[in-house]
């Protein structure tokens, strides 16, 4: 996923690849296939699609190219905050990028446009001056801008992503609705239709919620080397299961079984998930003690 796979750099791929998930895919592999299905949908043209797939990529391989190219949809598409908010993402890790005052310049532009952005020749010429702006830092031709003239790239949407918000922000708002979607799905009994929307909400919202429902969706569908990767990501964020038997026992059990588990033996796997967090995270229980010693007896 180096440079030349942004979506405004990217060749043409011939072959179509097969997005079906494998009980014995790894994090890497599958966050590698959906992100080369979206750059060939995105060399389609088809912009919702490629959006859609790079979305899914950051579930599985979060880097800065895959953030780029999810920025670059939204422009093509003509979604105006969320380009903004993710074009900003990408500045705070980009110091190149964030010094640029041609990159400064074409995310202002685009924050000046309706909210819509309906005006598809507008958003080609925006994709353009965001391109050109790539080129110029890529090519170490860009002009440093002025601190008082940089505004993106300078916040903490990073630290909101990995934490979650109040549903405020575009990511936030985003996150929540695409998080509706899979309670929904996966409530009806259809985890396979789920999954692509629960790894969508990782483009947005990074938190332990997240994980813990991808894994939970991966687990009901017997994937057990990626459920065992987004459990991993789960404790990580909630250091308590670290400490956890009961959550230890169950990663345990789980990598005992073969890398596609049987429905049966998934759902009772995934009927300990819970539990296991809730014990874990639940304050002890602590006596009625009292803090004054009162009279003599």
Not at 63 to 72: D, K, P, Q, T
């Amino acid at each position: 996923m180096g440079s030349r796979a942004k979506l405004n750099l990217v060749l043409l791929l011939v072959a179509a690849l097969s997005l079906a998930i494998s009980a014995a895919a790894s994090v890497e592999d599958t966050g590698e296939q959906l992100f080369q299905e979206g750059v060939r949908l995105a060399n389609d043209r088809d912009y919702q699609g490629a959006l859609e797939h790079f979305e899914r990529a950051m579930a599985y391989t979060p880097r800065l190219n895959v953030l780029w190219n999810i920025a670059c949809c939204h422009v093509v598409l003509g979604h105006r905050d969320l380009a903004v908010a993710c074009l900003d993402r990408y500045m705070e890790h980009d110091l190149a990028f964030q010094e640029s005052a041609e990159m400064q310049a074409a995310v202002a532009d685009v924050e000046g446009e309706p909210a819509d952005m309906p005006d598809a020749r507008r958003r080609g010429e925006l994709w353009d001056g965001i391109a050109a702006a790539s080129q110029a830092v890529e090519k170490g031709e860009a002009t440093e801008a002025p601190d008082e003239l940089r505004l993106y790239g300078v916040g903490s949407r990073s630290v909101r992503y990995k934490t979650g918000d109040n549903g405020t922000s575009p990511e936030g708002r985003r996150g929540r609705e695409l998080n509706a979607r899979v309670i929904e799905l996966y409530r009806s009994g259809s985890p396979e239709e789920a999954l692509p929307f629960a790894e969508r909400v990782a483009a947005y919202i990074a938190n332990t919620s997240t994980y813990h429902n991808i894994a939970v969706i991966h687990l009901s569908l017997g994937h057990r080397d990626l459920a065992l990767d987004f459990l991993d990501l789960f404790q990580q964020r909630v250091p308590q299961l670290r400490e956890s038997a009961e959550f230890r026992l169950l990663v345990r059990d789980i990598g005992a079984a073969p890398p596609q588990i049987d429905a049966a033996t998934a759902r009772g796997f995934v009927d300990r998930v819970d539990p296991a967090y809730d014990s874990a995270t639940s304050p002890e229980p602590r006596p009625p003690v009292r803090t004054e010693m009162g009279e003599q007896d």
